[in-house]
């Protein structure tokens, strides 16, 4: 894995060879000679975050509203601690 660094100039000038090395491994974008972003192909993102589905995704989905969701009740209701 190579990591490319670009300026945000460069970046802005040429974005597709920027894609093209997000392919060989990370590119960071600087600003102001400081690193400000990080451009990682799909791929990669996936494998870092563990392809997690976050919950306002999953509540996002099309369709979503169609889904009947039945919780069921309870049977052990918290008792009082008793404190001696």
């Known amino acids: 894995m190579s990591i490319t660094t670009l300026s945000s100039r460069e970046f802005n000038q040429d974005a597709s060879r ?24 799909f791929e990669e993102y996936q494998r870092i975050t563990g392809s997690q589905k976050k919950i306002a995704d999953l509540l996002a989905m099309p369709g979503i509203a169609d889904i009947e969701l039945e919780i069921p009740a309870l049977k052990d209701r918290a008792q009082p601690a008793e404190l001696d």
Do not use: N
């Open 18 to 41: 920027a894609k093209k090395a997000a392919r060989q491994g990370p590119v960071i974008i600087t600003d102001r000679g400081k690193p400000a972003h990080v451009l990682l192909s």
